[in-house]
């Protein structure tokens, strides 16, 4: 392990050698101190390697006045974001401050500004994770809330804008859809962190390959009545390999990162006959999104009743949050591949990677069940006077042969393929690689070649 002065770098230096490679980091402005005193800004900035790739990092160091923000702790970042952009490399920002020296009145906010501005100068360049490892309250929390991936730590995090003594409620509850992960402990989220680090691209000028001597055309097996969403994509993926993003909050989508044929992926799969709720959809939306600005495939694998049919989603902008997971998809500019794996019921179909919402490829299992509502809901408002000729039942069973089977929507354009489970991996791994050179919009020419 690299070997830091533990007097020098109290709480950081554990923090570094979980996050950087042995004997690769160098710290950047080593000898900023807080104004008018002796004592060292409190936070640690420098680079190294981690896993072999490039990576800063700025570790806010609580045994350092608490590690209160301020003027000087502000331009040490700014320096280190200036050289990751230019580098072209991800930032890691650790958060664990007591928050903003409160003597130093306007220029305290004025450097919760400056942050927050290289923040957002930063975003779909380089990829940036903040790790949650103590307080981070007030400006803080929305900095941190304005990195691409937030890591929290259970029972140490302590996430909030407003302090849990003002609002009376427990601060420990940090699933609010800033966290895409709740580490066991600080070596569980900086080992999550490197897995990251591992499958991302360093910038949205890089395509993200990795190796696997994993056989693009292996069978896939699994049972589409009984399987699970987490199995499924393990079983496509390159080596079993899943980087979960969002599993404790959205509980009816899998999504986060694999490598099919090489290829680092974006996925997006729903749990067997699951609802989008408000949660998954505004989870998938920000997947969509990130993978879009770094140029990352996205691979959606289809199996969902619909909507959320609640009061409660009702009344929490639940439109806006569809809008949003609508928007995603349409906008994104990506290689785009869906999968419908079995039910796809009304909305579900349109919003989750549909050819109509400009999905490049769009296969289905002969097992997909594709309607705009259920076969129970259909024949009671299509079919019900034909109850009595025939049972309810034989009637629903019906309706999925004729009029919600895969073959009826290859029939009408909005499936390319029906295609065998065990064929799964093998066909999106070919659509990815297909796709691999995909550009949008209408390619520059010096003018036609007219036929003389």
Not at 119 to 145: E, L, T
Not at 234 to 250: L, T
Not at 289 to 318: H, N, Q
Not at 319 to 325: C, D, F, G, N, P
Request: glycine share 8%; net charge negative; with cysteine.
């Amino acid at each position: 392990m690299v070997q830091f002065d533990e007097k020098t770098y109290g709480s950081s230096k554990q923090r570094l050698e979980l996050i950087f490679d042995c004997g690769t980091f160098v710290e950047l402005g080593a000898y900023t101190k807080r104004q008018g005193t002796d004592t060292p800004a409190g936070v640690v900035c420098g680079y190294g390697a981690v896993s072999g790739k490039l990576a800063f990092a700025f570790i806010q160091e609580s045994g350092r006045n608490k590690g209160a923000f301020d003027e000087r702790q502000s331009k040490k970042i700014e320096a280190l974001y200036s050289l990751a952009v230019k580098n072209g490399a991800p930032v890691i920002g650790v958060f664990d401050s007591a928050g903003a020296v409160v003597y130093d009145g306007a220029s305290a906010l004025a450097a919760y500004g400056r942050l927050m501005k290289n923040i957002s100068d930063a975003s779909g360049i380089i990829p940036q994770i903040a790790v949650i490892d103590g307080i981070c309250g007030g400006s803080s929390a929305v900095a941190a809330a304005m990195f691409d991936f937030v890591v929290t730590v259970k029972d140490k995090s302590k996430l909030f804008v407003n302090p849990p003594f003002v609002v009376g409620e427990s601060a420990d509850d940090v699933f609010s859809g800033n966290s895409v992960y709740e580490a066991e402990s600080s070596d569980d989220a900086f080992s999550y962190v490197k897995s990251l680090i591992n499958i991302l691209p360093e910038n949205n000028a890089t395509v993200a390959y990795t190796e696997s001597a994993d056989d693009m055309n292996r069978p896939v097996a699994f049972d589409a009545k009984s399987y699970s969403a987490k199995e499924l994509v393990a079983n496509v993926a390159d080596d079993g390999r899943f980087v979960s993003v969002y599993e404790k909050y959205a509980a009816n989508l899998k999504l986060g990162f694999v490598s099919l044929g090489g290829i680092v992926t974006g996925i997006v799969a729903s749990e067997r006959g699951g609802v989008i709720d408000i949660k998954s959809a505004r989870a998938a939306a920000k997947l969509v999104g990130f993978c879009d600005s770094f140029s990352i495939p996205v691979v959606t694998l289809v199996d969902s009743e619909g909507l959320d049919v609640s009061a409660e989603a009702e009344k929490a902008a639940y439109a806006q949050e569809l809008a949003k997971l609508a928007y995603a998809y349409s906008a994104s500019e990506s290689a785009k591949v869906t999968v419908v794996i079995g039910k796809a019921y009304g909305a579900a179909f349109t919003l989750l990677g549909s050819k109509a919402m400009g999905t490049d490829m769009t296969l289905a299992l002969p097992t997909a069940e594709i309607s705009v509502l259920s076969p129970e809901a259909s024949v009671a408002f299509v079919w019900n006077d034909r109850v009595g000729e025939q049972t309810r039942e034989e009637l629903e069973a019906e309706w999925k042969e004729k009029c919600a089977s895969a073959d009826e929507a290859a029939d009408l354009g909005e499936i390319d393929d029906i295609i065998d489970p065990a064929e799964l991996r093998s066909r999106i791994c070919a659509a990815l690689s297909m796709l691999s050179a995909k550009a949008e919009g209408t390619p520059i020419r010096k003018h036609a070649n007219m036929p003389l």
